[in-house]
Nanobody, 120 residues
């Protein structure tokens, strides 16, 4: 059984920073891509950033230059450093990972989400 547990969300003023963490645990053989998605009220869940095992990253245009995704492969953990936060960044942020539980089987897993609220 695999779990993704996020932490680090909260309330911050516009211009402030937050750092989200997501740790994967359980029966893990390997983890491929990891990422962060967000879902604002009344909107669909959308990509924020992803990172491969080798460290290649991609970002949504709206967060480029402000957010940085990183990972610690030894700890099965992915991070999202969020700087210069804006009220429109307010959303529930979800961790996502492509996890192999054996050398040949696995799937995509989601965390439970962590709320980020940016006040103006």
């Amino acid at each position: 059984q695999v779990q993704l547990v996020e932490s680090g969300g909260g309330l911050v003023q516009a211009g402030g920073s937050l750092r989200l963490s997501c740790a994967a645990s359980g029966s893990i053989f390997s983890i491929k891509e990891m990422g962060w998605y967000c879902q604002a009220p009344g909107k669909q869940r959308e990509l924020v950033a992803t990172i491969t095992t080798g460290g290649s990253t991609q970002y949504a245009d709206s967060v480029k230059g402000r957010f940085t995704i990183s990972r610690d492969n030894a700890k099965n953990t992915v991070y999202l450093q969020m700087n210069s936060l804006k009220p429109e960044d307010t959303a529930v942020y979800y961790c996502n990972a492509d996890i192999f539980v054996t050398s040949y089987s696995g799937g995509w897993y989601w965390g439970q989400g962590t709320q980020v609220t940016v006040s103006s």
